[in-house]
């Protein structure tokens, strides 16, 4: 019964910005690590970035860093990518992953996958 649930997904032009949250419920998500990965249509799904239990250290691929940033809200059981600067190879769907390990990295091992949301950026 421990399920993530992601929102903010939509449609917006090259250089626009878009907010992800994830909502977390039916486990210990204080606990974990948590991560975004994204999934372009005939591609495999890749790690965008990841966050520590605690929020103490963040990682991102070097494709969105300094464009994307990866927060959480252990009170709300929320963790957030705020992304700037989009551009049309960001298009993808954007999965939250739970790690029950609770550390961080360029990877994770993840244990609990949400659903997706679409993230279509435009010429």
């Known amino acids: 019964q421990e399920r993530l649930v992601e929102s903010g997904g939509g449609l917006v032009q090259a250089g626009g910005s878009l907010r992800l949250s994830c909502a977390a419920s039916?486990?210990?998500?204080?606990?974990?690590?948590m991560g975004w990965y994204r999934q372009a249509p005939g591609k495999e799904r890749e790690f965008v970035a990841s966050?520590?239990?605690?929020?103490?250290?963040?990682y991102y691929s070097d494709s969105v860093k300094g464009r994307f940033t990866i927060s959480r809200d252990n009170a709300r059981n929320t963790v957030a990518l705020q992304m700037n600067n989009l551009k049309p190879e960001d298009t993808a769907i954007y999965y939250c992953?739970?790690?029950?390990?609770?550390?961080?990295?360029?990877?994770?091992?993840?244990?609990?996958w949400g659903q997706g949301t679409q993230v279509t950026v435009s010429y």
């Open positions: 992953a739970a790690d029950t390990y609770g550390v961080a990295g360029k990877r994770l091992t993840v244990d609990l």
């Open positions: 039916g486990g210990l998500f204080g606990n974990y690590a």
């Open positions: 966050i520590d239990w605690n929020g103490a250290k963040q």
